[in-house]
């Protein structure tokens, strides 16, 4: 009795059913990267609008180091009441 061959489509499909396995289980083991730190800046003016420009400095001033406002400072911008 000869030997049978296998299908190629068979053959095929078996190769692609362990491709995807093996991507699965890559994909499976990556880990994302931390989460950057964000840093919560508060600011005491007698100013009424949180655009007073020393508050605007500090947001420029920030900006000129990399820190983006809101991204990865917090500012909050209180009032201070004499």
């Keep these: ?18 491709l995807a396995y093996f991507a699965l289980c890559a994909a499976g083991s990556a880990h994302a990267q ?8 508060g600011t005491l003016t007698s100013a009424w609008a949180a655009n007073h420009p020393a508050v605007e400095g500090l947001r420029e001033g920030l900006a000129a180091l990399g820190l983006k406002v809101p991204q990865s400072v917090l500012l909050r911008a209180d009032r201070v009441i004499e």
């Design 34 to 41: 931390p989460a950057r730190k964000r840093f919560r800046v």
């Design 1 to 18: 009795m000869p030997e049978r061959r296998p299908c190629p489509v068979a053959r095929r499909r078996r190769l692609l059913g362990a």
